[in-house]
C-alpha cells in the first residue's frame, strides 16, 4: 500500500494573451484570447511510508504545480492522486492538518511575532494538544538548535534562520507527510548542511515521508535514496542515484596508479585522458569490470580509482536528452 | 466551536498588541478617522440650517440614520480588513497558499488577518451623531423599538461584511476591479446617511432589491424613530428587512466558496 | 532651470498617465464612483430645494454645475500625497534631490502640478460627456450641466482653473515641506484632506453655509480650490467680481508659495546643519 500514489497527472492552465500598446489594451478590454499551457502531461509516481524522495527539474518543468496538487490547494485537470488514502483536494481541511508544507522562498509564519508566538498560533490553529505540543516543539528546539531564536520576531531572522524555523513550524503538527519546495535555496553551506542533516533525522525519528524539490542536487545526494526527474511535465526517470548515473552517463574515469612506467601500446591512446607518470586517467567507455579485469592481469597496479561524474552533469545531459 | 473562538481572540490578540507597539500613531489614525469620516456632518448641518426640515425628516432624525450607519460599518469595517485587503495582500502575493495549507475554515482565517482599531474614529463621530439626534428626539423607548435597532446593527454589520466578502471575492479573478465595489461599500454608507425616502425611486429600489443596504440601514431605523414612513412600510416589514443583511452574507459566502474553487483549479 | 523643471514635469505627467491607464478596470471603475457620487449630490440637494422656503444663495441650475465640476475634476485638489514622494523621504534618498543643482522648490511644485494634473484629464472627458450628453439621452434634462452664462464666464473659469491647480500644487508643498520635520506625515495630510474638503467648498458650496460664518469663509485660500471657480462658471461671480476673485488667488498663490520657498530652504539648513 502506496502512501502517495499518482498516476496519470495532468494540468493545463489558461493564460489570456495580453496585447502589446494602447490598441491592444484596449483590445483585450472587449476581447480576450487564451492560450493553454500544459504543466503536467501525464505523471505518475507512487512513494511508500517512510520514504525520503527527490523531485527535480529545470524552472517550469511542473515541480511546484505537482507540489500544489499534493498539498490539495491546486486541482489537477486530469488523471489520479490519492494521498492517505483521500484525494487532496476534496476534502482540504482534514487533509491538511495531516500534511506539513515548506516553501522555501516563502515564510509560512508572522512576520512580526516572535517565532514561539507562531507556534503558539500554529498550536491553536491545528488543535495539537497541549501536552503533545510541547514534547514535539521540545523535540524540534533541540534538532534544530532554535532554543535562542524563539523570543525574536520572524522579521528579524537571518534566512537561515528563518528556514529553520519554517521547517520547524511545519512539523509541530507532527504530519506524516513532509513536503519541502525548495527548502535550501540562498542558503550558506554551513545552515544547508545542518538543514539537511535535521530533514535525515526527523525522516528517521518520526518515519515522515519527505518529498522534496530543489536545484541543488547536493541535497539529493545527501538526502535521497530515490529521485524522480520530471521535465516539460512529464517523468523522465524515477530511480536511485547510482542508478540514474549507470543509466544515463555510460562514461567513467578511471585513474591507476601504476608500480611502474606501463607499456601502453595494447591499450587505445585515445583512451587516455591524462598522463602523469605512473598516474594514468582513462576514459572507459564499455563495461568497467572487463576493463580493469584486463588491467591488473597485465600490469602491476598500485592504486585504483574509478571517478563517477558529478550528478549535475547527469542531470544536465538528461534535461538536454529530454529536449 | 470553542477552538474557534479561543483562535479568534488569538488572532485579536496578536492584531491589537501590534498597533499597542506604534501607540502614537493608533491616536493619531484615529482622530484621522474621526474627523475625515466626521466632516460631512457639517454639510448636513449647514444644508439643515439653511433649508429647513426635510418634510418629515428633522436634522436629529437624519443624525440617527447617519450615526447609526456610520457606527455599524466601523465595526464591519474592523473585523472586515483582512478580506479589504486581501486582493493584494493574498492574491497578487500568493499568500492565500499558505491560509489554504491550513486545516481551519479560509473566511475565519481571512478574518483574523488584521483588526484595524483606529477605525474607532469613525465609530465615535457616528456614535456623537447618533446620540445628538436620540436625545434631541427623545423618543419613548418601547421594547419593539430596541429589538428593532438591535436588528438594524445586526443587519447592517452582516451586509458590509458581506460587501467585504464580495470584493474580496471579485479579486480571485481580477486584483484590479476592487475600486469598483467603492460605489457600493462607500457610496451606500454616504446614500444611507440620508433617509432612503429623499432619493429617486430607480436609486432607491436599487439600494433595496439589488443591494438591501436600504433593508438594513433605513425601514428598521424608520421603526425605532416612531415616524410614519413617507414609503409606507409596516411595523412587520420594518422586523423583517435586516434579515436581507443576512440573505445578503450568506450569498457572498457561497460566492466566496465559488471564488476559493475557481482559484483552487486556476492556481492563479 | 525653468527647462529641467518643465522636463520633470512632463515625465512625471507621462508616466502618470502610462500607470493609470494600465489598470483599466480601475479607471472605468473611478469614472462610475465619479458619476455615482454626483447623482446622489444632486438627488440631496435637490430635496432640499424641492422644500426650500426661503430663495437660496444659488440657483439649482447653479448647484448642477457646482457638483459636475466638482466630480470632474476634485483630482486637482491637494487631498493626497504623491506616493512617490513620501517614498523618497521615507528611503531618505530626498538627499539625492538636494544635490541638484536647482531650486528644489520649483522642481518639487513642477512635479506636483504633474500628479495632480494627470489623473485629472483621465477622468474629466468621460465625467464631462456624462454630464453633457448621457444624463440629456437618459432624459434626466434637469441634472444636465449647464453651459456658462457667457463667453467672458467661460473664458475666466479657465484662468481661474489655472490659479486652482496653482494653488492646490503650493498647498501641496506646504505639506510635502513638512514632512522634513514629521516622521509619519499620513496624519497630515489626512487633516488637510478634511480642511480641504470643508473649506474649499467640495462638501457643499460655501455660499450654502449659515450667514454668520460667511465673513471667515470668503478669506481663507481653499476658497480659491472649487468656490471661486466653479461660481464663476456658473455666473453667480460676474463683471467686475471676476476680477477680484483672480486676484484674490493670484494673491494666495503669492502667499503659500513665499511660505513655501522660506520653509523649504529652512528645511534645507537644517538637514544640513544636523545631517537629516
Known amino acids: 500500500m502506496y502512501q502517495i500514489h499518482v498516476q496519470g497527472l495532468t494540468k493545463s492552465y489558461r493564460i489570456a494573451e495580453r496585447q502589446p500598446g494602447m490598441v491592444g489594451a484596449v483590445k483585450s478590454l472587449f476581447h480576450r484570447t487564451y492560450r493553454d499551457v500544459d504543466a503536467l502531461r501525464g505523471i505518475d509516481f507512487d512513494i511508500s511510508r517512510g520514504e525520503m524522495v527527490g523531485y527535480i527539474g529545470p524552472n517550469g518543468a511542473g515541480k511546484s504545480t505537482t507540489i500544489k496538487i499534493l498539498a490539495g490547494i491546486l486541482v489537477p485537470t486530469g488523471g489520479r492522486c490519492v494521498v492517505n488514502g483521500v484525494v487532496p483536494w476534496q476534502s482540504r481541511i482534514s487533509y491538511v492538518a495531516q500534511i506539513g508544507v515548506v516553501f522555501g522562498q516563502r515564510t509560512q509564519l508572522w512576520w512580526d511575532l516572535p517565532v514561539v508566538e507562531s507556534f503558539e498560533l500554529l498550536r491553536e490553529i491545528y488543535k495539537v494538544p497541549n501536552n503533545r505540543f510541547k514534547t514535539s516543539l521540545a523535540e524540534l528546539v533541540e534538532l534544530l538548535d532554535l532554543s535562542p531564536l524563539l523570543d525574536t520576531p520572524v522579521r528579524q531572522l537571518s534566512l537561515g534562520q528563518r528556514v529553520k524555523c519554517d521547517i520547524a513550524s511545519a512539523l509541530l503538527h507532527e504530519p506524516q507527510i513532509l513536503f519541502l519546495d525548495e527548502p535550501t535555496i540562498g542558503l550558506d553551506a554551513v545552515t544547508k548542511a545542518s538543514v539537511r542533516g535535521f530533514i535525515k533525522e526527523i525522516n528517521r525519528n518520526r518515519d515522515v515521508t519527505v518529498l522534496l524539490t530543489t536545484h541543488d542536487l547536493g541535497d539529493i545526494e545527501a538526502l535521497c535514496r530515490r529521485v524522480i526527474v520530471i521535465n516539460d511535465g512529464i517523468c523522465l526517470s524515477d530511480s536511485s542515484i547510482d542508478e540514474l548515473r549507470n543509466q544515463y552517463v555510460h562514461e567513467k574515469h578511471v585513474v591507476i596508479e601504476f608500480g611502474n612506467s606501463p607499456c601502453l601500446e595494447s591499450i587505445h591512446q585515445d583512451d587516455v585522458l591524462k598522463s602523469e607518470g605512473t598516474r594514468i586517467t582513462f576514459l572507459c567507455t564499455s563495461d568497467i569490470s572487463d576493463f580493469v579485469a584486463q588491467m591488473t592481469s597485465r600490469y602491476e597496479i598500485k592504486d585504483i580509482t574509478i571517478e563517477t561524474p558529478p550528478i549535475e552533469r547527469v542531470v544536465t545531459e538528461l534535461y538536454e536528452s529530454s529536449k | 466551536m470553542k477552538a474557534a473562538i479561543s483562535l479568534f481572540m488569538k488572532y485579536l490578540a496578536i492584531s491589537v498588541r501590534g498597533q499597542m507597539q506604534y501607540r502614537g500613531s493608533f491616536v493619531l489614525y484615529a482622530f484621522g478617522q474621526f474627523f475625515t469620516t466626521g466632516i460631512e456632518v457639517l454639510g448636513i448641518w449647514a444644508l439643515f440650517d439653511r433649508f429647513g426640515n426635510l418634510g418629515v425628516w428633522t436634522l436629529a432624525h437624519v443624525a440617527v440614520f447617519y450615526g447609526s450607519v456610520n457606527m455599524a460599518f466601523a465595526v464591519a469595517d474592523t473585523f472586515s480588513r483582512g478580506f479589504d485587503s486581501f486582493g493584494s495582500a493574498m492574491v497578487k502575493t500568493g499568500d492565500f497558499d499558505r491560509i489554504l495549507l491550513r486545516p481551519r475554515s479560509t473566511v475565519f482565517q481571512i478574518a483574523g488577518q488584521d483588526f484595524p482599531l483606529h477605525r474607532i474614529g469613525r465609530f465615535l463621530q457616528g456614535a456623537l451623531v447618533f446620540v445628538y439626534g436620540i436625545v434631541v428626539l427623545d423618543l419613548d423607548w418601547t421594547a419593539i423599538q430596541f429589538c428593532l435597532l438591535l436588528l438594524a446593527f445586526i443587519g447592517m454589520f452582516f451586509f458590509f461584511y458581506g460587501l467585504m466578502i464580495f470584493q474580496a471575492t471579485l479579486s480571485f479573478w481580477s486584483t484590479e476591479s476592487l475600486e469598483v465595489m467603492n460605489v457600493f461599500v462607500y457610496g451606500g454608507v454616504e446614500a444611507c446617511q440620508y433617509p432612503l425616502s429623499i432619493y429617486r425611486d430607480w436609486f432607491r429600489s436599487f439600494f433595496t432589491y439589488v443591494i438591501p443596504l436600504g433593508c438594513v440601514a433605513y425601514f428598521p431605523i424608520v421603526g425605532v424613530l416612531g415616524v410614519d414612513d413617507p414609503l409606507g412600510s409596516g411595523r412587520i416589514f420594518q422586523m423583517l428587512a435586516p434579515l436581507a443583511g443576512i440573505a445578503f452574507f450568506s450569498l457572498s459566502l457561497f460566492c466566496w466558496n465559488f471564488g476559493v474553487r475557481h482559484y483552487t483549479s486556476t492556481g492563479s | ?276
Open chain 3, 1 to 276: 532651470m525653468t527647462a529641467l523643471a518643465l522636463k520633470s514635469y512632463i515625465a512625471v505627467v507621462s508616466t502618470r498617465f502610462r500607470t493609470l491607464l494600465q489598470y483599466r478596470i480601475a479607471a472605468i471603475a473611478g469614472i462610475v464612483t465619479q458619476v455615482f457620487w454626483g447623482l446622489m449630490k444632486l438627488m440631496v440637494f435637490s430635496a432640499f430645494y424641492e422644500v426650500a422656503q426661503n430663495q437660496p444663495p444659488l440657483s439649482f441650475e447653479s448647484i448642477v454645475a457646482y457638483v459636475w465640476l466638482g466630480q470632474c475634476l476634485f483630482a486637482l485638489f491637494p487631498y493626497n500625497v504623491d506616493p512617490d514622494m513620501r517614498a523618497m523621504f521615507n528611503s531618505g534618498s530626498v538627499a539625492y534631490d538636494m544635490l541638484r543643482p536647482l531650486s528644489l522648490y520649483a522642481y518639487w511644485f513642477s512635479r506636483t502640478l504633474a500628479f495632480r494634473t494627470a489623473p485629472t484629464v483621465l477622468r474629466l472627458v468621460p465625467g464631462l460627456f456624462f454630464a453633457f450628453v448621457v444624463l440629456r439621452l437618459v432624459g434626466l434634462d434637469e441634472w444636465v450641466m449647464p453651459l456658462p452664462p457667457s463667453f467672458v464666464a467661460a473664458f475666466s473659469f479657465f484662468i481661474s482653473i489655472l490659479l486652482t491647480v496653482a494653488l492646490s500644487a503650493s498647498i501641496m508643498m506646504l505639506v510635502s515641506i513638512s514632512m522634513f520635520w514629521l516622521i509619519d506625515s499620513r496624519g497630515m495630510v489626512n487633516l488637510m484632506a478634511g480642511v480641504v474638503w470643508v473649506l474649499g467648498g467640495m462638501i457643499i458650496p460655501l455660499p450654502l453655509f449659515p450667514d454668520w460664518v460667511q465673513p471667515f469663509l470668503s478669506w481663507q485660500p481653499f476658497r480659491g480650490l472649487c468656490d471661486i471657480p466653479f461660481r464663476i462658471y456658473s455666473g453667480d461671480i460676474a463683471g467686475f467680481e471676476i476680477v477680484g476673485e483672480l486676484v484674490f488667488q493670484l494673491a494666495w498663490v503669492a502667499i503659500l508659495v513665499l511660505a513655501g520657498v522660506w520653509l523649504m530652504r529652512r528645511a534645507q539648513v537644517k538637514l544640513t546643519v544636523q545631517g537629516g
